[in-house]
Structure formats: C-alpha cells, structure tokens
C-alpha cells in the first residue's frame, strides 16, 4: 500500500493546510461509481438515473462527544457505522439503499490517514449495502468531528412501510437480539476498550459495527407481512411509543419474550434494561396483522437475522405497557434522547 509516489501525493494533516481539491480528487479516484451513477464524487453535483419506484431519502449525523468519540473508535469503524445507521433508516421503510452522500466537518488536527480510513470504511460493502457514495462536502471544525450521511433508496413495487400503519391486534416482532450495543458502550464507559472474551467483544463489535437490516426490511415490504416499522435507534422504550404514537394505538410487551443479551450480566448490566432502554441496536420493530403472523414465522428465511414476537398492539392512544400473566403496568421512556436523557452523554465518564 505505501509507495513513496502515493505517500508523496497524499496530504498530510487534513485541515491545517486544506487542500480540498486534492482531497476530493482522492476521494473521488476511490470511490467505485455504479451503473445508475452517471456523474459521482467531482463536479458540482452527482447525477443519477432514476428508478420507476419512490425515493426514499433519510439522513443521520455523529457528533464527536455526543455519538461517538475518536479514542473509542477506530475511523474505519466509524465510516461503516455512519453509513449503516442510515441504511437502517431506509430498511426500516422497507427501501433498497442505492446511493449516499457524506458531509465532514474535522478539526484541523486529523491526520488524512485518519480521512483516508474513513473512508475505507464508508465504502465498505459489508455497511454500505450495495448503496455508492456519490458526493459530499468538507468542512473544518473548531470543536469536534460531525459526519452527516444522507441516503437515498428506492421502495420495493411503489410502497413503503411507515410507522403509522399499525392496528389494535397486530403482533409486535423485532429481529435480531436487543441490548448488545449498549452493553458495550457499558464496557467502553467502564474502559474495556478491547474485549476479554468472546462475550465482550460481541458486545464492542455490536456497539462499533451494528448491521443494517436492509435484506430483512426488503423482505418484510416484497411479502407485505408488516404494515408498521421503525428501526430501534433510541431503545424500545423510547421508539415504541413513536410507532404507537404514529399509529393511533398502545403496545403491550412481554418482557419474558423480548430477545435479550444475556452476558451483559457479567459486567453488571440488566440485560432487560439495556434492551429496553440501552438503543443503537439498529433492530427492526414492526407490526404485523395477527392472521398473517403464521404464515410469516413459518416462511422466514434461516439466512436472515432471526424474527422474536414482543407483543401486540391494543387499543390506546400511544402508551406502552409491560404486560404479564393478565397484569399491565407503564413503561416508562428511558431510552436515549438527545435533549432530555444521558446513555450517551455529550461528556462521556472517563476511564476508571
Ligand atoms: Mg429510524
């Protein structure tokens, strides 16, 4: 990888001695195009070919100190994470990613190695699910770093799955497990920067690396199984009663049956609190109606992340209830709110 022609041409320190054009072009000479991208990274503006199905559109941000900080994390890491929390957003509409576009603001001490990483990591398939990078900006930062990614996709046959379609006796599925992530960010909290066990790294890897479910949202809008869906950014607590909310009902959970990661437990964490609480797991939530829901367990493809049933909705006005053995009592909102709650706080605790 490094020969002297390359490391010559390459800049050293980002912003300090700004040389956008070179950067951009740099970028842009590794950024692979796609047969829809006619025009990509370089001139004023990307072009590309239409599709016959609606646009979808979404956009995520990390802030450094907020959602993510540089001592953490890895910048390749970072690239396939920023670009995945946006491919969930599309999953969570049922949509097919096809392209991106990136918007970087970084402090003028970032050595372009570290660009250079991120973007390795913003084009890496495994997160970028097929979608291109298309465009972008850069900016310099006084404070910390923020990357913005704006996504595009496509429906699948001219629909998509919103969060308000949900009905009173739907059944509540999630894929995946909830949890992990924040059972990670509990050991990164608590200075486990690498993992000890293959528990811990699982949980890290979670935290750092989550997986879009963009097959499993395409899947669920090609079958017509869900008619509601959201992805879990902020924790079941928090976003469930945004589905509610949208769909005009309450949800009742069954906290035996929500898919839970049990090796939390080993550092201290509630597995049941971090699953309903924790966020970032990046999961699929959606409501599927209950005569359908036979079918769809019996039908699901073993490739794709495992689907649990978590409850159901009910008649209501955008509550959720912990529901057992006939009994019900509140969930209260406790995941992650940028305004209002502390997960993630913008002064994350130092190392012990
Ligand atoms: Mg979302």
Request: with cysteine; hydrophobic share 40%.
């Amino acid at each position: 990888m490094k020969s002297p022609g390359r490391a010559a041409r390459e800049p050293q320190v980002m912003t300090r001695s700004m040389d956008e054009d070179r950067i951009t072009g740099w970028l842009g000479a590794r950024t692979p195009g796609g047969s829809r991208v006619l025009v990509g990274i370089g001139d004023d503006a990307a072009v590309l070919r239409p599709s016959r199905e609606h646009t979808v559109v979404t956009t995520d941000m990390l802030v450094e100190g907020v959602d993510f900080r540089r001592d953490w994390t890895t910048p390749r890491a970072l690239g396939r994470k920023a670009v995945a929390v946006n491919m969930s957003d599309l999953a969570a509409m049922g949509a097919r990613p096809l392209f991106f576009t990136v918007a970087l603001a970084l402090p003028p001490d970032i050595p372009f190695r570290w660009v250079r990483e991120l973007h390795r990591g913003l084009i890496d398939p495994a997160s970028a699910r097929g979608a291109h990078l298309v465009g972008g900006d850069l900016s310099r930062s006084e404070a910390g770093g923020v990357i913005s990614i704006t996504a595009i996709g496509e429906s699948i046959g001219r629909r998509v799955i919103r969060r308000s379609g949900g009905r009173a006796g739907d059944l509540l599925y999630v894929t995946g497990t909830l949890g992990r992530s924040a059972a990670g960010l509990a050991l990164l909290r608590a200075g486990r920067l690498r993992g000890r066990t293959a528990a811990e790294r699982e949980a890290l890897r979670a935290h750092h690396l989550p997986e879009a479910r963009c097959a499993e949202g395409v899947y669920l809008a090609i079958h017509g199984f869900a008619r509601a869906m959201m992805d879990l950014s902020d924790g079941l607590s928090t976003d469930l009663p945004r589905l509610c909310a949208a769909s005009g009902v309450d949800a009742e959970i069954d906290p035996g049956l929500v898919p839970l990661f049990p090796a939390a437990r080993r550092w201290g964490c509630d597995p049941l609190a971090l699953a309903l609480d924790g966020g970032e797991d990046y999961e699929l939530l959606f409501a599927v109606p209950k005569a359908r829901a036979p079918r769809l367990e019996k039908i699901w493809p073993p490739r794709l992340a495992p689907i649990t049933r978590i409850g159901r909705l009910v008649a209501g006005s955008g509550k959720v209830w912990l529901a057992k053995d006939g009994s019900r009592r509140p969930l209260p909102r406790g995941g992650y709110d940028h305004f209002l709650s502390s997960v993630r706080p913008p002064t994350a605790p130092s190392v012990p």
